[in-house]
């Protein structure tokens, strides 16, 4: 048998590594994605007091602070059961907007897109931001230093610091919004809006009219039908910072609809001997094994995903985005809604719906007459022993869970984060895309590991916050083994 | 010189969070130098760069596994070696030369003169909000030699 390892994976937060194994032919095997995993962050928490979680839980990982602080507040809302103002909550989601903005902007120019815009079989020193630069022209490079800029602003205006925000407090926000704030965070959503229409147009214009990228997007490599996840308003439609949570089956029909703070009713985690992650699968449906359809419990919760479970989007730039992604992919109506893209790659293009819809909510909260009012906060009184907080990160589903006496010490504290949810879709998707891309004879070059390596960037998987590790340098290596574990081939590339 | 001294790491990973300790350290012996700030991040990559951009020099402080030295073990070190400390990279968005490099394309002025202090840690995997003892002991040794550094150059 021949051993493929790919390790680590490059340009991904955290390091983990993906183990191909090849049969005496040359075909795949088996496909494993390993990664190393710090434990105890739950338990460093217990013992301290609750209200210290926002700001604690959003040092986990450098890269979404943001979503960490919204997740803990919106669990200590309810721990302490304490209703904030109208005004609070806007100010908590248009926070949560500029944040959106920015993951996606920084994801989509910086990770996910230059496989497309540089293209999937370029040298890995061209595949990155300064690649997009090259190929789509300077006033790329600075319109997402501009647009990371502004709204880093808005994060730190409400938020209190930037990137790390520190305003939130259970049953409200510290400080309320002037007038004179509310009128630049509305110039910066306007702008936010125009960037993220350029941004849909730059992937139309690269992806969209390439019919050899619209193959790869289409083509089975790439296709994986299981269950998505993802929160919905009151009507169904996409909601990125509080609802209930809906998942739908592979053919787009409701399995459950659930207030969040049930998710142990829904959710159960495998866990599997070759790796610390624990996969997290739908209990209704049953764990069957790395594999989709309706009868297994794998689910998937990403930006893609998002699409799949709600009816539509809420505001109207994204709707029309959301309704030509459908067209796009001939997605037929079904009950009144669209059935679900199980085209991976098509998670880039949601990402950039997802900024768009982002932006124009932004705009609607910076111009809701509510949000400059001076009533932030409610005090909360008592503590009731648990509360759960979700919202949506940009990798996924985030909650949060604590438990706590009548004095509000933490006993207990359990998160899934973003990425967690997505473990079992990430390893059928590495092992789908190895199966398809590796073939006997065929000798394993870069550009081939980079379309496989493809199949989980598209997950924006987070490890630092699924494992609790932390990133250094990201070099990557790859071997290739033959089947009686002889090194044949050894790649090395810096991260 | 107008000069941003800059702390990295994770607060609560043990002696990762060595560079925010030294920074923190720096902002109360350097209050009241109007061309020397100080900050905290917790991410490398874009962030850095952004942090870095605005101003003449850049000073970051951050922890180190692999140096080759001891725990504890000081690295004063050039720009050439950036990329060797633990967070100066950001695996999420850039490299920190790829960030710098796209700063500068985008117009960004960007610090001729970037120096970075680097402690070599020993535990960077236990939660945790203290310094191991060797560790601990480094951060008044580097905070005397940016002090110095920096009223030798002033």
């Given amino acids: ?495 | 010189m107008d000069t941003i001294v800059i702390g990295l790491g994770n607060p609560v990973l043990a002696d990762d969070r060595v560079g925010l300790e030294i920074a923190h350290c720096l902002e109360e012996r350097l209050r009241g130098r109007s061309d020397v700030g100080v900050t905290q991040i917790f991410c490398g990559g874009m962030n850095l760069m952004e942090a870095m951009a605005g101003h003449e020099r850049a000073i970051i402080v951050d922890a180190m596994t692999g140096g080759g030295g001891s725990p504890g073990t000081v690295y004063a070190l050039g720009p050439g070696a950036l990329l060797h400390s633990r967070n100066t990279c950001s695996s999420h968005d850039a490299s920190l030369s790829v960030a710098l490099e796209l700063g500068a394309l985008a117009g960004l002025r960007l610090p001729r003169d970037v120096r970075i202090w680097a402690v070599e840690a020993d535990d960077v995997s236990t939660f945790s909000e203290n310094l191991t003892p060797h560790v601990r002991h480094a951060v008044p040794l580097v905070v005397e030699d940016v002090v110095r550094h920096l009223e030798s150059t002033e």
């Avoid at chain 1, 790390?164 to 702008?191: C, D, F, N, T, Y």
């Avoid at chain 1, 929160?231 to 439609?237: A, P, S």
């Avoid at chain 1, 085209?343 to 124009?360: G, K, M, N, V």
Wanted: charged share 25%; glycine share 8%; proline share 6%.
């Fill in chain 1, 1 to 495: 048998m021949k051993r493929v390892t790919i390790n680590p994976i490059t340009r991904l937060e955290g390091h983990g590594k993906i183990e191909i194994f090849l049969d005496e032919e040359g075909n795949v095997a088996n496909a494993y994605f390993q990664v190393p995993e710090l434990r105890g962050f739950e338990q460093f928490c217990v013992g301290r007091r609750a209200e210290e979680m926002p700001v604690i839980t959003n040092r986990i990982c450098g890269v979404c602070p943001e979503a960490h602080h919204m997740a803990a507040v919106k669990a200590l809302d309810r721990l302490f059961a304490v209703e904030p103002p109208a005004a609070a909550k806007k100010i908590r989601e248009l926070l949560y907007m500029a944040f959106f903005v920015t993951d996606h902007t920084t994801h989509f120019y910086a990770l996910g897109g230059p496989d497309f815009i540089v293209g999937p079989d370029a040298p890995p020193a061209e595949r990155n931001i300064l690649g997009v630069i090259r190929k789509v022209g300077l006033d790329v490079g600075k319109r997402v230093i501009e647009c990371r800029a502004r709204n880093h602003r808005v994060i730190q205006m409400l938020g209190g610091r930037q990137i790390h925000p520190v305003a939130g407090l259970p049953g409200g926000w510290s400080k309320s919004v002037s007038e004179e704030e509310r009128r630049e965070i509305e110039e910066i959503a306007r702008q936010n809006i125009e960037f993220a229409l350029f941004s849909l147009g730059v992937f139309e214009a690269i992806v969209l009219q390439n019919p050899e990228y619209v193959e790869m997007v289409r083509s089975d490599v790439y296709h994986d039908a299981t269950y998505s996840m993802g929160t919905v308003d009151g009507h169904n439609r996409l909601n990125l910072f509080d609802g209930e949570i809906r998942v739908v089956d592979p053919d787009g029909g409701e399995l459950v609809k659930y207030d969040p703070s049930d998710y142990t009713a829904h959710i159960a985690e495998r866990v599997e001997p070759w790796t610390y992650l624990k996969f997290p699968y739908l209990k209704q449906v049953g764990w069957k094994g790395f594999r989709g359809g309706k009868d297994s419990g794998v689910y998937s919760a990403t930006p893609l995903s998002r699409l799949n479970v709600c009816d539509g989007l809420a505001t109207p730039r994204a709707q029309e985005q959301f309704e030509k992604f459908q067209e796009a992919f001939g997605s037929a109506k079904a009950g009144g809604r669209y059935r679900p893209v199980h085209h991976r790659l098509a998670t880039h293009w949601a990402r950039l719906i997802e900024l768009l819809y982002a932006a124009e909510h932004m705009l609607e909260l910076a111009t809701d007459p509510e949000i400059t009012s001076p009533h932030v906060r409610n005090l909360p009184v008592t503590c009731v022993g648990r509360g759960v907080g979700s919202v949506e990160a940009p990798r996924g589903t985030l909650t949060h869970d604590y438990s706590a006496g009548p004095d509000g010490i933490l006993t207990k504290v359990n998160l899934i984060v973003g990425t967690t949810n997505n473990h079992a879709a990430i390893a059928m998707s590495i092992r789908k895309a190895a199966e398809k891309l590796i073939r006997a004879g065929r000798v394993v070059e870069e550009g081939l590991l980079n379309r496989i390596e493809m199949a989980f960037r598209l997950y924006d998987p987070c490890l630092s916050c699924a494992t609790h590790a932390l990133p250094g340098e990201m070099p990557l290596v790859v071997n290739i083994n033959n089947h009686s574990g002889e090194q044949i081939r050894s790649f090395r590339r810096e991260g």
